[in-house]
């Protein structure tokens, strides 16, 4: 079955630092992958997905993630973050079949501090 | 804006009442996702549509009950409430499942918090 793991729960960084959000995953065939953000009293946003095409994924609002098999790792990252990065995060993967189902790690939540 | 909207934005009811959330998906998709969110549980998946028939179901209780209709939206129904149906609702939509090109992206809507008191 698949499923995904973040390593974090809360990650804390100042302004203007780096942020690394870690995933990890397990799954029987090539997955699908997503970042969603989900920002206080929000629906989600998604941030990137991979679907086989480049292991280095562009998002929105300069987060990128790289998809590792043989690490099977999809870590989110972005060079400076910005007060409005706060948010919880979610890594998420496709369910096997043809179902189109998301199987959500349980978040990490990024703070940002001045 | 995701372009999906769910109805209402926030309910609450009491327990053992049933209530009915509304969504509509993204002009152009055929298959509709529902979503629970809660502290203990997290996001999980509970149901899924498409072009009007089931397509798969996840951890969604026998009390829960969804359909969707011709026009594309979708209902979910919550009967015999629990305090713990306390949650935020998701709706998602997209394409189709798994269609080649990336078009299984689903988009959420903005959810609808339920409070059963």
């Known amino acids: 079955a698949q499923s995904v793991t973040q390593l974090d729960s809360h990650v804390s960084v100042s302004e203007g630092t780096p942020v690394l959000l870690r995933c990890n995953y397990s799954s029987s065939y090539s997955p699908s992958l997503f970042w969603y953000v989900q920002h206080p009293n929000k629906g989600l946003q998604l941030l990137l997905k991979?679907?086989?095409?480049?292991?280095l994924v562009k998002g929105i609002n300069g987060f990128e993630a790289e998809f590792k098999k043989s690490e099977t790792s999809f870590h989110l990252t972005k060079p400076s973050a910005h007060m409005s990065d706060a948010a919880e995060y979610f890594c998420v993967v496709t369910d096997s079949g043809n179902t189109g189902k998301l199987i959500f790690g349980q978040g990490t939540t990024l703070q940002v501090k001045p | 804006d995701s372009g999906v909207t769910q109805t209402p934005k926030h309910l609450i009811t009491a327990t053992g009442q049933r209530v009915t959330l509304r969504c509509s998906p993204r002009s152009g998709d055929l298959s509709v996702y529902w979503y629970q969110q809660s502290l203990d549980q997290g996001l999980q998946f509970l149901i899924q549509?498409?072009?009007?028939?089931?397509?798969a179901k996840g951890n969604i209780l026998e009390r829960f009950s969804a359909q969707q209709f011709p026009d594309l939206h979708s209902e979910l129904n919550l009967s015999s409430l629990e305090l713990g149906d306390s949650a935020l609702y998701f709706c998602a939509s997209s394409v189709a499942p798994l269609l080649a090109g990336g078009q299984d992206t689903q988009y959420f809507g903005p959810g609808t918090r339920l409070t059963v008191l």
């Open positions: 991979y679907t086989s095409a480049a292991t």
């Open positions: 549509y498409y072009n009007g028939e089931e397509r």
